[in-house]
């Protein structure tokens, strides 16, 4: 699984989470969320990550998951 997690640095908090099957697809999504972020006065970081599962990343890149909130998985 890849998941293409948006982050905002300044607020250290997970903006969404989607999940993918193909990595192309995962990078042309993050591509568009790149495009959407230009000029935009947030700090992001959009990166894809690829785990076996939701669990398996929440334990690796544990930072990303602090402060959930109402965050979604998106698929």
């Known amino acids: 699984m890849?998941?293409?997690?948006n982050?905002?640095?300044?607020?250290g908090k997970l903006l969404s989470i989607t999940?993918?099957?193909d990595s192309a697809e995962a990078s042309k999504a993050k591509r568009e969320v790149e495009i959407a972020?230009?000029?935009k006065s947030v700090k992001t970081e959009i990166v894809?990550?690829?785990?076996?599962n939701l669990d398996s990343l929440k334990?690796?890149?544990?930072?990303y998951f602090n402060d959930l909130g109402?965050?979604?998985l998106s698929k």
């Open 48 to 52: 894809i990550l690829e785990a076996d």
């Open 59 to 63: 334990s690796s890149h544990s930072r």
């Open 7 to 11: 982050y905002s640095r300044q607020d």
């Open 70 to 72: 109402n965050i979604q």
């Open 2 to 5: 890849y998941f293409l997690i």
């Open 19 to 21: 999940e993918y099957c």
């Open 37 to 39: 972020a230009i000029g």
